[in-house]
């Protein structure tokens, strides 16, 4: 798949998972969903694999790699975001996951030492004010007190996990670790501490035979899970986690479009400003380098090319007596 393609995808289907969460939540306890939703999509990837030949065997150290990236972004991440989601609503959880790609900006110069272009941080800029706008509403009508403060304070340090696990993915495939591979093995460490943390908390492993639960638990284990990682953590290794974080600040505009069919939302101003804003913002972050830019490293390369060739031709002539 073309980068656009991989793009469009994660962002509309991560977009459409937080209403899939909510219904993740209350009989079933959210170690246990984790377990089923993660152990679910690696038994699909593993098979997956199985069905294509592809090569399953890991070194120790590349299975060291891989518990580390594992249990970040698919089991302490999504821990902490499920119980953050218990003591604020949709809506500021989204606010809060979406400061994943500022996280990611500092933790690609901290871990990569990438440069970051005066365009990502306006983009990134412009797509958060454009979160908060769009959900200033329901911001407004908030009582901060202990229990937001809670649960902002468990969201964003599931959005440092994920971050964490977006730069292992980044490792993973400087290791020439295939994706897919590296996503069902993560996965199943994933599932496997989750369901360790589960056993040490004694949370009952209980089910929910109700369509909704079931419904949701698979739309997330495929869809949210093998498909979108897939594409996200693929995306991630060729654009770079700067760039391809900014699907986060747009998954909370698809929620509303999705919200507005679904649920009945009515847009107002505040819906349009943020809308516009975090469309904008994605513009900046994901178009091509300035030309000028372009044209003077061309430039400089070119003179550079040209001084070599001077310097080459100065060599091979003669020197005169």
């Not at 999509?41 to 891989?66: D, E, I």
């Not at 479009?257 to 400003?273: A, C, M, N, P, Q």
């Not at 513009?283 to 001077?310: C, F, M, R, W, Y």
Request: with cysteine; aromatic share 12%; net charge positive.
């Amino acid at each position: 798949m073309n980068n656009t393609l991989l793009y469009v995808l994660t962002v509309l289907i991560w977009g459409s998972t937080w209403i899939a969460i909510n219904y993740q939540l209350g009989e079933v306890a959210p170690e246990t969903s984790l377990v089923y939703r993660f152990g679910l999509a690696a038994l699909v990837l593993f098979l997956f694999c199985r069905m294509k030949n592809l090569p399953l065997a890991f070194t120790l150290r590349q299975h060291a790699q891989l518990i580390a990236f594992g249990v970040c972004l698919f089991g302490v991440n999504y821990y902490f975001l499920y119980l953050a989601q218990q003591h604020i609503n949709s809506a500021l959880t989204c606010i809060g996951f979406s400061t994943m790609m500022i996280v990611n900006i500092l933790n690609a110069r901290l871990w990569y030492k990438t440069k970051i272009t005066k365009q990502v941080y306006y983009g990134a800029a412009l797509g958060l004010f454009g979160i908060i706008t769009l959900f200033w509403p329901q911001i407004n009508d908030i009582d901060i007190g202990a229990n937001t403060l809670l649960g902002l304070s468990l969201c964003l340090i599931g959005t440092v996990f994920a971050s964490s696990g977006n730069m292992l993915s980044i490792k993973n495939q400087q290791m020439k670790l295939p994706v897919m591979q590296s996503n069902a093995w993560g996965m199943a460490y994933g599932t496997a501490f989750m369901a360790v943390l589960a056993l040490v908390r004694g949370v009952e492993f209980n089910f929910s035979l109700t369509l909704p639960y079931v419904g949701s638990l698979l739309y997330l284990s495929i869809f949210g899970s093998v498909i979108a990682f897939g594409c996200y953590l693929t995306l991630l290794g060729r654009i770079g986690a700067h760039k391809a974080s900014y699907a986060t600040v747009m998954f909370p505009a698809v929620a509303v479009v999705i919200s507005t069919f679904v649920e009945g939302f009515v847009w107002d101003l505040t819906t349009v400003i943020g809308f516009v804003c975090i469309m904008l913002g994605n513009l900046v972050v994901l178009s091509p380098a300035k030309q000028g830019a372009k044209n003077q490293a061309d430039s400089t390369s070119h003179q550079q090319h040209i001084s070599q060739e001077e310097v080459a031709k100065e060599e091979m002539t003669p020197a005169k007596a």
